[in-house]
């Protein structure tokens, strides 16, 4: 069987999500469903990637994978709106970081919106 | 800054907390999110009936103004289209507005034909369009509908790829196991042409 390596890949990734929908129906308490706090003025989001960003807002949920799944699933919707138009946008022009010249004239003011202003 | 969710459809349901991180992430600016869609009362049964269409809200927005003290969600259960030849929503910052296209399905066969309309409105807007795809494939059907419909009218403003936060549970389309997917798997945005 010549495609048996990607077939093992699908079977682990089927078996995870059918375990991650039993997790879901458990009746279990979801502390990773429990969202963040403002965050401090003085402390910056970093928005490489799932990891800083859950770390750098306080997450319960970075400490477990399962967890992670659950938490990103809700907050993919608003953080890759966030992460496209934040001032600390992980897409950037330089080279491979995706963001064109015209995106770069595009995302200028929203990112500007967010540059502190003395508030928090 | 206005964000206009078009298609709203699971997004609409999500628990507050979870939007409440745009305003967390932006905190020293107003946002409103506005989901439109006929399908963006979905799974909000617990919030009908809709107000009523009057002259002040002509539209029939639910409005949530306590999200946060910076954030403000409305839902709009119609096409976007039809509000936008009623110039509703004029006029738009090109700086400060922002359409987002959770897996539109532009380029789906049995979706495409409901984008037709509206996409020339977008692109007229100025304002940027963010879309996502819930795989490769389906993301690439996407930017090829778009590059056939709008040849020449758009800008390109991030390239398609890997969404760096696309949800990392993955799910499974029922009907075909070997069609696994995630939400927003992708990501790429563009507007119109200036």
Partial sequence: MEDYEEHMKICDTLKEINEDEHDLRSGRA???FQL?????????????NWDTYLYTREFDAINDNRAMRHATRLLTYPV???????????????????????????????????????MG | MRIFVLGARAESSLPREAWRELAHLFPTTNLHVIMIGPESMANRDDEFPLPPRTASNP??????????PTMKMSTIVDYYHTIHKTGYFTPYDPYFDCFVLFHPGLGHPASSHEWEETLPMLLETKIPILCTGYTRFDMQRDIDWVNKTATGEFDLLLEPGENLFRSLKWDLNDLD???????????????GKR
């Fill in chain 1, 36 to 48: 963040g706090a403002p965050q401090m003025a003085e402390a910056a989001v970093n928005l490489s």
């Fill in chain 1, 80 to 118: 890759t709106i966030g992460s496209v138009l934040h001032e600390f946008s992980p897409y950037s022009i330089a080279q491979e970081k995706r963001l064109t010249p015209e995106g770069l004239k595009s995302f200028s003011g929203s990112s500007i919106a967010c540059v502190r202003t003395g």
């Fill in chain 2, 177 to 191: 196991p070997q069609d696994v997917s995630c939400g927003n798997w992708g990501v790429w945005a563009f507007r």
């Fill in chain 2, 59 to 68: 539209w029939g927005m639910v409005v949530e103004d306590d999200v946060w």
């Fill in chain 1, 30 to 32: 979801f502390p990773e």
